[in-house]
């Protein structure tokens, strides 16, 4: 089925960079069904969420075709957990096209589990219904947050029932994206030895991303690209953001957080937080982020090290420059966020180690990172701290004695008091295989003002109780 191209999508990827992608003819499904609709992001879009509502459900499946437009599965490679994978691509996702909002920015609009595509290796091209609405719940969350993220716009359920850790409705989710050009589309190149496509590459992110740069090749796409992900990283830890799955290939040219698969929010704070059931060694666990950013960027460098300069050593030295400022930029980033959490004035050389005191008591507390902050302000301003641990207590004068005399800064404006729970997404993604979305739609509600408190809302705030145990994540690939 083909219908008209109402939402004006629009094909660049496809136009400039042949032989990074696959033209896929989706088989469909006989009975989707739209359940989810993000109107405000539709809107945003400048789409028509009433044409949405009456279409959706063909068009977000992959069971109609826009008419003159062509969906098509992107290739890229990518290392994972540390190995190379020369052949990976979107097995279970399609870009049906571009959109380009009342502003003039473009973004793709991606159907993942939209069926089999030529990369889809023996998985079988579709995703649950609980994993979808876990994308959506925590992407939307992310950036409600602040925090330069894909969203989400649909979830589509296909009327068919998959089986993964638990027998679930199939589901497509609509995700939106700046691109989902990742570092493992320039490795793909890169390790085809296709210096023009390289170049080509280069060139089409730039001018999609960072078009002031545009004129300055392989060495500003690099930078471009190490300032825009460290600057993404120090927000995550600033949040409590496990991502859990920092494959070259998750890693957003564009420097939005991408691939929502095993990630989750720490609750207590512990450097060595692992959610991820596959990541067995924690190489992803929450303190080591910063180190994989580097290690990620550094894979990026060596792809792109022809470009750079045309002496070897030359393009080395650029790279590795670039790798030092990725590490200081994230650093001097997240101490900002950091001084901004605890509303510290001004920036002054002890601050480093006044926050990491904080965070040492934290840890020995195995408190809630999330409340300590927002329960920091309220103490400032009723001059007790009841609910704080005697570990964080003890480091309190340290923090006054900073402060002084000067009135902190609005805290709570940055410190969140409402992030997707763990507990609280469990409960809502059971509901919703129960039948019932009414929990997801609430969870969404409060997650969309994060800030705020809102009244009869303090459950959603609170941890999880001790009976929810040690929580696990899974890719539910
Ligand atoms: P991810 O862990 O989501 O980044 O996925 C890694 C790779 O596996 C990507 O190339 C995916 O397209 C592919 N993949 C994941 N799940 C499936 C699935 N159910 N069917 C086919 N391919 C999949
Ligand atoms: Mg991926």
Redesign the pocket.
Known sequence: MSIDNALGLEHTYAAALEGLYAPIDPAGFPQPALLLLNRPLATALGLDPAWLEAHGAAVLSGSAVLEGTRPLAQAYAGHQFGHFNPR??????LLIGEVVDPAGHRFDLHLKGAG?TP???Q?????ALDSALREYIVSEAMHALGIPTTRSLAVVTTGETILRQRAAPGAVLTRVAASHLRIGTLELFASLDDRDALQRLVQYSLQRHYPERAHGGAVALLEAVASAQARLIARWMAVGFVHG?M?T??VALSGETI?F?PCAFMDAYDPDTVFSQIDQQGRYRFGHQPGIGAWNMARMAEALLELLADDRQAAIELGQATLDRFQSELRATWLDLMRAKLGLPGAEDDDGALIQALLDAMARARADYTLTFRRLADGLEHETQPDLHPEIRAWLPRWRARLGASAPKQMNQVNPLYIPRNHKVEEALSAALAGDLGPTTRLLEVLARPFEAQPGCEAYAEPAPESFGCYQTH?N?
Do not use: H, I, P, Y
């Not at 990976?88 to 996702?93: E, S, Y």
């Not at 998985?123 to 995703?127: F, I």
């Open positions: 990976l691509g979107d097995g279970r996702a089999t990369f889809s290796r998985g079988d091209g579709r995703a799955v494959n290939d998750n691939d698969g890719c690939t």
